[in-house]
């Protein structure tokens, strides 16, 4: 993968960013994302954010060796401090990090979200804290994909603040627009996700020492969701 060549993962990620955005993608690593969007004229102005020293670098390279210094800002900072007033920015990725995270680095920067940005999220796990985390704070979910590369199973969320909105636990578990659409490849994810369950579970029962009921009763719900979406 480099800023020519997407993997399929950040192409799909690619997909959902609107022509002219300005957008920040935060914890951009080598900056593959924004670089190869400026390259093919999708957007207007970019922020690479990154919190860590090497990948910083890296981006900072990348944007460098394609000539966007102009275009595109590399900063070294914590999530969505990487994001100024006079930015503008009118979208914000987030991928490749886990759901909570991803959670995290929202909640932690919601002051500097104007509320008028879509957000691009490519969770690995976690997703259902990350949709509880959308909903309580009004963004709904306009378009959810789920892909498969390299054996793993990868989510894209993308949302826009529209006011109250309300799923249920299991649209916040599965994803409301999966629900609905029941792709092959969702209906796959939690074929295996199943039988993930079902083992964790054999093993809470060879367990030596008592797994606390809670922790049993939870994975058993989670296990029954699953069956009655796949019957
Ligand atoms: N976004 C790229 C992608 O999807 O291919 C890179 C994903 S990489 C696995 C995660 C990157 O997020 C790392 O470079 C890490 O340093 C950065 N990161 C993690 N937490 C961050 C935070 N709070 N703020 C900014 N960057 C962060």
Same mark, same amino acid.
């Given at each position: 993968?480099?800023?020519h060549t997407l993997?399929?993962?950040l192409e799909?990620?690619?997909?959902q960013?609107?022509?002219?955005a300005?957008l920040?993608d935060?914890?951009s690593?080598?900056?593959?994302l924004?670089v190869?969007l400026? +390259?093919? =004229?999708?957007?207007?102005a970019a922020?690479a ?9 890296a ?5 460098r060796d394609n000539?966007?210094e ?8 914590d ?5 100024e007033?006079q930015d503008?920015?009118?979208?914000v990725?987030i991928? =490749?990090? =886990?759901?909570e ?5 929202l909640?932690?920067?919601k002051?500097r979200?104007? =509320? ?9 796990g976690g ?5 509880q985390?959308?909903?309580?704070n009004g963004?709904?979910i306009?378009?959810?994909?789920v892909l498969?590369e390299n +054996?793993?199973?990868y989510?894209?969320?993308v949302a826009?603040?529209a006011?109250?909105?309300?799923y249920?636990?299991e649209?916040l ?7 609905q ?5 969702f209906?796959?994810k939690?074929? +295996?996700?199943?039988?993930?369950k079902?083992k964790?579970l ?5 367990a030596?020492?008592a797994v606390p ?5 939870d994975?058993?719900r989670?296990?029954?969701?699953i069956t009655e979406l796949?019957a």
């Open positions: 993968m480099n800023e993997s399929m993962r799909r990620v690619a997909a960013v609107p022509a002219g300005r920040a935060i914890g690593d080598h900056g593959y924004p190869a400026m +390259r093919r =004229g999708v957007i207007a922020v954010g990154e919190v860590a020293l090497t990948p910083f670098h981006a900072e390279r990348t944007v000539g966007h102009q275009l595109i800002t590399v900063r070294l900072a999530g969505l401090a990487a994001i007033p503008d920015i009118t979208a990725s991928c =490749g990090m =886990g759901g995270t991803i959670r995290d680095i909640d932690a920067g002051a979200l104007s =509320g008028r940005e879509r957000l691009i999220l490519q969770p690995n997703e259902q804290p990350l949709r985390w959308l909903m309580d963004y709904r306009l378009s959810e994909e498969r +054996r793993f199973y989510e894209i969320i826009e603040r006011g109250p909105v309300q249920t636990a649209e578990y599965f994803g409301p627009l999966h629900m659409a029941r792709s092959p490849v209906l796959s939690w074929q +295996r996700m199943l039988r993930q079902h964790t054999s093993s809470f029962a060879r030596r020492q009921e809670a922790k049993v009763q994975v058993t989670q296990a029954r969701w796949l």
